[in-house]
Every structure is written in C-alpha cells, then in structure tokens.
C-alpha cells in the first residue's frame, strides 16, 4: 500500500452515517497518527525526495505522475518529489476540498501562482477571457501585460454591469467565438460590488461547443471557503489567495485553485513544470490555520457588522461599501442573497473629503495597523487609490468607484469596542 492509500483508507469523515462537517474534520482528515509513530499532528515533512521501496515502485509512480498509463487511480500517486506532491501539502489538498465540496486541490505558493497557473493551463493564443474589473492588481497586470504578450486577448465588464449588457458588449467586440473563460472576483476588492456567478455560468455554457467548453473561474478570496461557494452556482474553478482568509495570521504566502479531477489534474501538472509548488513548511501553517477557520472568520464577521452599522452613523463618513448594507430590493441585494451566506468581514468606506482627509485618518490608527493584505486576525487599514489600486489610471479607478476619500478595512478578530474606539479616534482626526 502507498501512503496515499493509507491517507484515504484513514479518512473518518461520517459518524452513525452522518457526514461530519468540515470543521469538524480540519483536525484529522486525510492524516493517520499510525504513519508517523502516533504523532496526532502531521509533522512537517521538509524533505525534497522520497525513497522508492523498489525500482519497479518508482517506475510505476513516474508512469502515473507523466500520465505514460492512463488505466491508473489518483489513489495511487505514490510520493516522489516534493515539486510534484508532499504530504502536506497532500493533506492540506484534502482538507481544503472539504468547504468547497470540490473533487481536487491544487496548492500554490501564492495566490498568484494559482491564477497564472490556472489561465496558462486552460488558455492559448487566439483565446479570449472575459472579466470582471476590477479584480486584484497583480491578477490585471497578469491579464493585460501577460497573457497579451502570448496572443491571449482580454475584455474586462465592470463588477456592477448586468450580465445581459456584458453579453452585448462581447457581441459587439467581435471576438465572442474566441471566449475560452470568464473570470471574476466577487465581492471586488476594493469595491465589495458583486458579480452573478449563475448569470455568468449561463452565459459560458451559451459559448460552449462541443469542441470547447467555455469556463468559470471565480477569485474566491474575499467570501471564501466559508461564505461563498461558487462551483454550487455553475463555476468550474474556484482560486484562493491563501495568504488572506485561510492562512488567516499574515504569516504565509499561499495560493489554492480547486475544481473537478479532471481539471485540477492538468492544473498539477502546468505546477509541476513551472515549479510553483509550495513548499511543506507553508503546507503545516496552512493545515494550523484551517483548524481554527470557522472561529476566525465567524467572528471577523460578527466584527464588521457591527463596525459596518458604526461607520453608516458617523458623521465624518460619506458611503460605506458593505454586502450587509445593500438595500432591499436592489439588483446587488439579490445577487448577494443568491450567492452569499454572510457579508464577510471586508468593509470600504468614503471619508468625507478626500485623500488628504484619508491619510489623515490612517495616520491616526493606532491598534489597527495601516498595511495591506487582508483576512488575518488583526485588523488592517489601507488606502485602495494610492497603494494596492495605485497602478489603475485614475480614470478606470474613478469608473471602477474606486475614490480617493476610499479607505479599505480588513475587520480583525479583537474585541470589536476597541476597533470602534481605533477608527472613532482615528476620525476625530481626520
Ligand atoms: C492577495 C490577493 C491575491 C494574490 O494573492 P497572493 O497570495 O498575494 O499571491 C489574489 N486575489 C485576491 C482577491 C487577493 O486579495
């Protein structure tokens, strides 16, 4: 038996014929203690390569790694190469499947290598991806200056643009025959606007052909794993930057992209040959952090709603961008009811003024910390239009909403009456 086989035999994931959730299965699924002398935790396996029981063993597993035999399980994988598989990081696949109900994982060393690695595996010259703007910085520069560069082209639709008009835009652009991928990163940072997964899974089966199958990918970052799970609304793809909500202790730079076998098979192996695997010590934060996932972004939750509802009262504050604010009845409020199981705990918001008034405001924080990055247990304050946004044309970041009065906030797990007395402080100087 190989250990991989041992891992899934192991897996305890229903009790009297109940499934158990997954935090409940974050301690304990995809490990056995037996495999590492009764250890409870997976220890961290910082080895490069692995010992072959015999030379017809490491035939076997090459022949499945290279896809030479094609009459071969996943099961069977055996571990060869820390590049191409390692028990953490095994376990760590495992566990993350688990809130997105996917069949496979991939983990990255960063979210950007998720995303690239995802858009060079299902793309080639003379393709088109069509996607939501706006969408994380490194994510455009790669749409724009990158995949251009390989003759890939790229159409961006406003977050808030209702699909039926993103439809007529993509006719008009002529190139709607060429659509390979619809992209998107709902809620969008910094704007918290929402994109329809449904809608736009729609619209990529209505390109699809039997020679070409359009798809879904969704930047999952903001919602997820917890509150947004975008493969039960139609996409195909679903990306993490794991730095954020999953590592959750700004410790860690990580990515993940999960979907069906078949996909995440080929996604491997554009990973193994661009060399963007992580690496074991970052597998063993992860599967710490996934362990304690649900407290911290419950409670970042519970947070932000209740600095939300503080920011709306304040007078020095002009808008506050919140899922939980939307109003009723709105065309965001039902996608929002739609798609999403909790507001999360990203808020942005206007200061009244401008980017002097921002600075000012930021300037005085004092527990919470001015940085960007997102998702960890301490709260983080930045200023979209001058740092993370910086590299958009003032007149894309005026049409994407992005503002100079804007001011992101990643809502930590502290005792929220003392982020309220931080950001309350904070404005009296502003
Ligand atoms: C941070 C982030 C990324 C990039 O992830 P890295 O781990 O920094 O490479 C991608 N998308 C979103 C929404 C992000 O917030």
């Known amino acids: 038996m190989t ?41 961290i396996f910082q080895t490069s390569t692995f010992v072959f029981e015999s030379a017809e063993k490491g035939k076997a597993f090459f022949e499945i790694a290279y896809g030479l035999r094609d009459d071969v399980s996943q099961e069977q994988l055996g571990l060869i190469y820390s590049r ?48 939501s ?18 003759g890939i082209d790229v159409l961006g639709f406003q977050a808030q643009t209702d699909p039926a008009e993103v439809e007529q835009m993509l006719k008009r652009s002529g190139k709607a025959d060429r659509l390979a991928m619809v992209y998107i990163e709902t809620p969008a940072n910094p704007t918290n606007d929402l994109v329809d997964i449904g809608a736009f899974s729609d619209l990529a089966k209505n390109y699809s052909t039997s020679e ?37 202790h700004s410790d860690v730079i990580a990515g993940a992209c999960l979907g069906s076998a078949e996909m995440i098979k080929d996604v491997k192996a554009t990973r193994t040959f661009f060399g963007a ?33 503080f920011l709306t009262t ?12 939307l109003k009723e009845g709105s065309k965001q409020y039902e996608v929002y009811k739609k798609q999403c199981l909790s507001p999360g705990s990203m808020i942005s918001f206007d200061i009244k003024g401008g980017e002097k008034e921002a600075f000012r405001f930021l300037n005085g924080l004092s527990m919470i910390k001015l940085a960007v ?20 044309e003032p007149a894309m970041q005026k049409a994407m909403g992005i503002t100079e009065k804007m001011v992101r906030l990643s809502v930590g797990v502290e005792n929220v009456d003392d982020i309220i007395a931080c950001i309350n402080h904070a404005l009296e100087n502003a």
């Open 133 to 150: 703007e706006p969408v994380y910085g490194g994510t455009d520069y790669f749409l724009n200056n990158i995949l251009t560069k390989f």
């Open 314 to 325: 304040h007078p020095k504050i002009e808008k506050v961008y919140y899922p939980n604010l």
């Open 373 to 392: 990055s997102l998702g960890g247990t301490e709260s983080l304050a930045e200023h979209p239009a001058t740092m993370t946004h910086s590299d958009i």
């Open 277 to 309: 695997m992580a690496g074991p010590w970052s597998g063993w934060l992860l599967l710490r952090s996934l362990e304690t996932l649900k407290m911290r972004m419950t409670q970042q939750m519970e947070n932000a709603k209740i600095v939300a509802d």
């Open 212 to 248: 070409k199958r359009v798809l879904v990918a969704i930047d999952n970052t903001f919602l997820g794993p917890l509150w947004q799970h975008p493969l039960k609304h139609g996409a195909d793809l679903v990306l993490y930057s794991a730095t954020k909500f999953i590592g959750g």
């Open 3 to 43: 250990k991989k086989q041992i891992f899934k035999k192991s897996r305890v994931v229903t009790i009297d014929g109940k499934k158990l959730r997954p935090e409940s299965l974050m301690m304990s699924y995809g490990y056995h203690p037996e495999w590492s002398e009764g250890a409870l935790k997976c220890p």
């Open 84 to 131: 191409l598989n390692n028990p953490d990081l095994e376990i760590l696949e495992d566990r993350l499947t688990l809130w997105d109900e996917a069949e496979d994982c991939a983990v990255f060393e960063s979210g950007m290598g998720a995303i690239s690695s995802c858009f060079t595996t299902f793309l080639k010259p003379g393709d088109l991806v069509l996607f």
